[in-house]
């Protein structure tokens, strides 16, 4: 029996699961807290147990996903036997249920409990829709090849469906439907798009755009203090600001792991959006520019994968996935060190979050399948076994 095996695929796998294993020892590191001991009967109350927990429950999911074939995902058959489409629905679904009984968090309602025993695992489908969203446009672009080009057709009911998930989205979520419809864009254009029809959507984002801000005054308030860094310094710039003093007290070489102070309190999120903050206070500036570089070789070994793809579905769908990583990770960097407007934006594979380090496990999966049926000649171990 003949087994075909890169070693592409390998070093994508090995970057992800340094990413992982950094994510899981910092969101640790961040989430000791000098209120309360750890006790293990509530274990999974404590995000850096929840963390060490979904460490190795995402590498699982990391190469069970990469077994199958990654053109299940496709389109090629009928629209019913596609699973593709079906979860789209399913999607669809959690987004207009978590607006009815989701639970609250923060003033919003982006999380739906699912009570098991004891304890409660919480699902965010914003995530899920993100993914979803992604095949499905690879998939249905992948299918209609050239005619991608026709406005009225293809190009528009696509945008429209897009529009419908960041419509949901946004309700409860501006950063996260921005970021959706960020990517359904760019997914549009490496299909092949025309600029001017991506140009044509420009006065309905605009209107779209200011219409969220408005439905909310603390989006507005986001908006100002980045503006005006002088303002509100006690309210919406106070995390901004000390994730900064945490940067910058790490100095070169950091604190050491465990040894950082501005976990205590002093940046509130700092297990989830603003972790890249305890990453350089604890781990400096050479922590913080190895994460910035595993993230960006994660970027560059993925776009190897996208041109040397054979078929124009898995070149889509594998640009969609690396793409989404390396914009999100950028946001999030670039949230943290006051160079872009606070979002609600997680650091890929490092942040806590079960929903997110998952779906992104199973993503990167369907990549490594990706580039191990598009091997080049020298990049192929091959191995007979009888």
Aim: proline share 4%; charged share 15%; net charge positive.
């Amino acid at each position: 029996m003949s087994s075909v095996r890169s070693r592409l695929s390998d070093v994508i796998a090995m970057v992800i699961l340094f990413l992982m294993a950094t994510g899981a020892v910092m969101v640790f590191s961040a989430g000791a807290n000098l209120g309360y001991e750890f006790d293990l009967r509530r274990f999974y109350d404590f995000p850096g147990l929840r963390q060490i927990m979904f460490f190795p429950i995402s590498v699982v999911v990391l190469f069970a996903a990469s077994t199958p074939d990654y053109r299940i995902w496709s389109l090629q058959r009928r629209w019913y036997k596609c699973p593709t489409v079906w979860l789209l629905v399913v999607a669809l679904g959690l987004l207009v249920t978590v607006l009815v009984v989701g639970t609250e968090v923060y003033g919003a309602r982006r999380w739906l409990r699912i009570p098991l025993g004891p304890v409660s695992i919480s699902f965010q489908p914003s995530e899920f829709a993100k993914w979803i969203t992604i095949f499905f446009l690879a998939g249905t672009c992948a299918r209609i090849g050239p005619d991608i080009k026709r406005y009225w057709t293809r190009f528009l009911p696509l945008c429209i469906l897009a529009g419908l998930v960041c419509g949901l989205v946004v309700i409860e979520d501006f950063g996260t439907a921005a970021f959706i419809g960020l990517i359904s864009l760019i997914v549009l254009a490496v299909a092949g798009v025309k600029w001017w029809h991506v140009l044509t959507l420009l006065p309905v984002g605009a209107t779209g755009f200011v219409l969220a801000l408005l439905q909310s005054p603390h989006r507005l308030k986001r908006l100002e203090a980045f503006i005006h860094r002088d303002r509100l310094v006690d309210s919406v710039r106070y995390q901004v600001n000390q994730s900064l003093v945490a940067i910058g007290s790490g100095g070169l070489w950091g604190k050491g792991i465990g040894q950082g102070t501005c976990k205590y309190g002093h940046v509130p999120e700092d297990t989830t959006d603003f972790i890249f903050a305890i990453v350089g206070e604890e781990l400096g500036l050479i922590g913080t520019l190895g994460v910035i570089a595993l993230f960006v070789l994660f970027v560059f070994l993925g776009m190897a994968v996208v041109m040397r793809c054979q078929d124009r579905f898995g070149r889509l769908l594998a640009a969609g996935i690396v793409l989404a990583i390396g914009i999100q990770a950028a946001i999030n960097i670039a949230v943290v060190t006051d160079m872009g407007p606070t979002k609600g934006i997680p650091l890929p594979f490092v942040s806590a979050g079960g929903t997110s380090m998952l779906l992104s496990a199973a993503a990167v999966g369907v990549l490594l399948n990706i580039a191990a049926r598009n091997p080049p000649d020298d990049l192929i171990v091959n191995s007979d076994q009888t």
